[in-house]
């Protein structure tokens, strides 16, 4: 029988443990072994800017590959990480990885990565962001740093020095999910981002109806107010897009735009915008 005490939580697999800690736990065990055993997978996806409606940019989505699960949601285990205190090292990973595609990558296309509260808490941050950028000799203006407005609830003096020496180092920072928690307007006015992420729920989530139109008429002009500029996330149909085109945006994401996808397909996708382009401009190269 299980018993109730903290060393008893910490045995495996006890026979009293109810089958969802169970799980938990031996989730927790694969998930100490994956960075080892090389089971993570960076995917990309597309950004587009709404003025010229080229592809600028793209997002780093971390994905893991189970041996037995499958591919297992960040959903699921980035919070997991977060507790047990993997999100560190597997942050890094990201870090270094996302930096070093993007370094591949024509002309002044971005790359954004994710940031959660416990990793933007650690000492450790500013450090693994200038080594990834000078690994990887990227220009660190081609890094955009994703944290959300959650993890900013408090308002502090620790928080903003973070936010300030992140952007010593050059990297734009965006806010993620904006408009889903409490502290929006208020870390608006407290911190310097550089762009606003409105979340997907006003978009394409099924509480996107009329007025979630008006809501995201208001974030992008709140984004011009502040010289933050705006991305709608989730845009999923061709009338979201114009929808969201019509309300001022700078820029969207979303399936219609395109899915994650592997490095190899975006970095083709990078690269045949770059080729169109150079040969619309060059006699020699248009068709007969
Ligand atoms: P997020 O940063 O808000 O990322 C956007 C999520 O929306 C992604 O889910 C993406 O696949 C999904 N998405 C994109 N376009 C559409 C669309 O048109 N419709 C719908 N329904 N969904 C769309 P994903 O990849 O499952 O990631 C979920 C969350 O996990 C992310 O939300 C982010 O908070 C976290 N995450 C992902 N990768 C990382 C990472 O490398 N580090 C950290 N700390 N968190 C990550
Ligand atoms: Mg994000
Ligand atoms: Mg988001
Ligand atoms: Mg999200």
Same mark, same amino acid.
């Given at each position: ?13 006890? /026979? ?30 597309? *950004? ?149 992420? +409105? ?29 933050? /500029? ?22 969207? *994401? ?11 397909? +975006? ?16 006699? *020699?190269?248009?068709?007969?």
């Amino acid at each position: 029988r299980a018993k109730r005490d903290g060393r008893a939580t910490a045995r495996f697999f006890e /026979t009293g443990m109810d089958a969802c800690s169970q799980a938990r736990r031996a989730l927790e065990i694969d998930l100490r072994r994956a960075l080892v055993l090389d089971q993570f997978e960076l995917v990309y996806q597309p *950004q587009m800017d709404l003025d010229s409606d080229r592809l600028v940019g793209c997002e780093a989505l971390i994905r893991w590959h189970h041996p037995t699960r499958g591919t297992v949601s960040p959903a699921e285990f980035i919070p997991l990480a977060e507790e047990i205190g993997l999100i560190v090292p597997i942050g890094e990973w990201v870090l270094r990885t996302a930096c070093r595609e993007a370094a591949r990558w024509p002309g002044d296309v971005t790359v954004a990565v994710n940031l959660s509260p416990a990793q933007f808490r650690s000492p450790a941050l500013v450090g693994a962001v200038a080594s990834a950028l000078a690994a990887a000799g990227l220009a660190p203006g081609r890094l955009e740093l994703e944290i959300t407005e959650g993890l900013l609830l408090q308002e502090s003096q620790a928080n903003i020095d973070t936010l300030n020496a992140l952007r010593a180092l050059g990297p734009r920072i965006a806010m993620d999910d904006f408009g889903t928690g409490y502290a929006s307007l208020s870390s608006l006015r407290a911190f310097p981002f550089d762009r606003i992420k +409105i979340d997907r729920s006003f978009v394409s989530g099924p509480k996107a109806e009329r007025d979630a139109m008006a809501v995201v008429r208001a974030i992008a002009s709140l984004g011009a107010t502040y010289g933050m /500029t705006t991305i709608a996330e989730g845009v999923e149909t061709p009338e979201q897009m114009r929808d969201i085109r019509s309300e001022g945006c700078t820029a969207v *994401q979303g399936y219609h735009i395109g899915r994650p996808m592997p490095a190899a397909a +975006i970095a083709r996708l990078f690269a045949d915008q770059a080729d169109t382009a150079a040969r619309s401009f060059d006699p *020699q190269h248009s068709e007969p």
